[in-house]
């Protein structure tokens, strides 16, 4: 159950301003305290929005406290326990007022001006649902920002060989009104930074909360995109995403829970005999993953194989066990 624990309002955010900021975070009170001092700085972003609203999922630091120190509209909400980032997501829209939804997660770094780049996007042309930037590490160096459709081909063929191939061709040029620099419209885009049709997001029904953590942005790009609508990328836009530093602590849950999501949208998205074969393909994988390492046991003296194998050992447990659906993140609340 979550229970609202403040609502402040020091100084008032204009109600008349189109983007209500959305913000999932669980133990990262440095992470909060770092982004939303992006966000203020950014001012002309801040005279834009109608409100900030952190849903905090069960944290036993001090995000409250840090939420707390700062003298702007933000409406914090406290689960008790990780309800899940799509639940998280869907109960911070429920009660939201802009016409957009600004998705961030808890380790970016707005720069000034660039979500506002987006918003003009959006403005200007009706048939634009989702727009995403360019994501970079803190040092500027890029990393993904969009990404393909989970398929049995691509657990088929070796994933740099599928990405040289076909992640490419998933980006489609596009001309946009009022926008001076490159714009592709994609397949999915990664869920770090995202700014959505609040329209959109409620005619599709939010997030599918089926999905606990992981592929909740791709499953709703797809739906976007059968909506007749556009997923654009736009690189001119930079946002910074410290990524990977949010489950780093849990990587082995983290890492079991990316598969449970995985199977969830192949079945989500696919006729049973697909839903079969993709199972096997990525249990043979795992299989041999871990026979190979109990055929070479000297790839064991590495601390790094030592914990892949372990990962391995895991999921293919996880298998074996029928595939549970807490056997990921969700096996956190049950040891704590």
């Known amino acids: 159950m979550f229970v609202p624990k403040c609502q402040r ?3 008032k955010l204009s ?3 189109k983007i209500s900021a959305l913000i999932v975070t669980k133990d990262g ?16 972003l801040l005279n834009d929005l109608s409100e900030i609203v952190i849903f905090d999922n069960g944290s036993k630091d001090n995000t409250e406290e840090v939420v707390k120190g700062f003298d702007i509209n933000i409406k914090y909400i406290r689960s008790a326990e990780n309800l899940g980032f799509s ?16 998705l961030l997660n808890s380790d970016v770094i707005l720069p000034k001006g660039e979500i506002l780049k987006l918003k003009k996007i959006m403005d200007e042309n009706d048939d634009v649902a989702v727009c995403g930037p360019a994501l970079v590490y803190p040092d500027g160096s890029p990393q993904r920002s969009y990404s393909h ?4 081909l691509n657990e088929i063929i070796p994933r740099f060989i ?4 076909f992640l490419k061709r998933s980006l489609q040029k596009i001309n946009i009104r009022f926008f001076d620099h490159p714009v592709y419209s ?3 885009l990664i869920g770090a930074c995202l700014l959505i049709r609040k329209k959109t997001f409620q005619t599709l029904n939010g997030f599918d909360e089926r999905f606990f953590f992981f592929l909740e942005e791709t499953d709703f790009c797809v739906r976007v995109k059968k909506n007749g609508h556009l997923v654009l990328y736009v690189p001119a836009v930079k946002v910074i995403h410290d990524q990977g530093v949010t489950v780093r602590k849990v990587w082995m849950y983290g890492k079991t829970e990316y598969n449970i999501s995985l199977v ?9 005999w697909y839903v079969k074969c993709f199972i096997f393909c990525r249990f043979f994988k795992t299989l041999m993953i871990v026979l190979s390492f109990l055929l070479a046991p000297f790839l064991l003296f590495s601390s790094k194989k030592r914990i892949s194998f372990l990962f391995h050992i895991r999921l293919l447990m996880w298998f074996l066990k029928g595939l549970p659906d807490d056997y990921g993140l969700k096996k956190l609340n049950k040891l704590r």
């Not at 305290?33 to 992006?38: A, F, G, V």
Request: charged share 30%; net charge positive.
């Open 9 to 11: 309002a020091k100084e």
């Open 264 to 272: 969830k949208f192949i079945n989500k998205h696919h006729r049973k």
């Open 87 to 102: 639940k998280a997501v869907n109960l911070s829209a429920a009660s939201a007022k802009g016409d957009y939804f600004l």
């Open 162 to 165: 599928y990405e040289l191939l």
């Open 29 to 44: 009170a440095p992470l909060i305290k770092r982004l939303l001092n992006s966000v203020i700085e950014d001012t002309e």
């Open 186 to 188: 994609t397949s999915a």
């Open 149 to 152: 459709i989970p398929s049995l």
């Open 15 to 17: 109600p008349r301003s």
